[in-house]
Nanobody, 117 residues
Framework: QVQLVESGGGLVQAGGSLRLSCAAS????????MGWYRQAPGKQRELVAT???????TYGDFVKGRFTISRDSAKNTVYLQMNSLNAEDTGVYYC???????????WGQGTQVTVSS
């Protein structure tokens, strides 16, 4: 059974930081592109960051150097360090695993991030 369990969300003031974690089980971690997506109220879900191997991270245009994705294969965990948060970063942040060879996707349940201005 595949599980992606996000944690680390919460309420933070504008300009603050949060670190999200996503612990994966039931998948071969190193065969999956791990990603973070977010969805704000009334908006479509959008890409935040993805990573397959160290050094090949991609980011949404709005990130502008504020966020960093990383992964730890020993812990089957992907992280998202978010700095300089602003109110527009408020939303539910989802972890996604995409199998690099089959294309099969799995989603976590999401973690709420709220940035107060």
């Amino acid at each position: 059974q595949v599980q992606l369990v996000e944690s680390g969300g919460g309420l933070v003031q504008a300009g603050g930081s949060l670190r999200l974690s996503c612990a994966a089980s039931g998948i071969i971690f190193n065969f999956n592109i791990m990603g973070w997506y977010r969805q704000a109220p009334g908006k479509q879900r959008e890409l935040v960051a993805t990573m397959f191997r160290p050094g090949d991270a991609t980011y949404g245009d709005f990130v502008k150097g504020r966020f960093t994705i990383s992964r730890d294969s020993a812990k089957n965990t992907v992280y998202l360090q978010m700095n300089s948060l602003n109110a527009e970063d408020t939303g539910v942040y989802y972890c996604k695993a995409s199998h690099a060879f089959t294309g099969r996707d799995y989603w976590g349940q999401g973690t709420q991030v709220t940035v107060s201005s």
